[in-house]
C-alpha cells in the first residue's frame, strides 16, 4: 500500500517544468519535492506528495482533512 500526503506549497525554484521543486509543508515539517508532474502549482496551494513528487493539486479542504485524518490514525497506533 502506498502513501500520499498533502502538504502546502511554500516555495517554488526553477522555470524548467521538467527541474521545478519546492518547499513544501506537512503540518509543520518542510521538505524539498519535485513539482515536475505539477508545473501549474502556485505559492500557498497544496499538493498530494509521494516519494518526493508532487503528484496533483488538492484543494485546501481536502487537504486540511487528510491531515486531520492522519493524525487521528497515529493516536490509534
Known amino acids: 500500500m502506498c502513501l500520499a500526503v498533502p502538504g502546502q506549497v511554500l516555495e517554488i525554484e526553477g522555470t524548467d517544468p521538467l527541474n521545478k521543486s519546492g ?6 515539517v518542510v521538505k524539498t519535492v519535485s513539482l515536475a508532474y505539477v508545473p501549474e502549482v502556485e505559492i500557498g496551494d497544496y499538493v498530494v506528495v509521494h516519494v518526493g513528487f508532487a503528484l496533483s493539486k488538492v484543494d485546501e479542504a481536502a487537504a486540511q482533512q487528510t491531515l486531520a485524518d492522519l ?3 497515529a493516536k490509534l497506533g
Not at 23 to 28: A, I
Open 23 to 28: 518547499k513544501v509543508s506537512f503540518g509543520g
Open 71 to 73: 493524525q487521528q490514525i
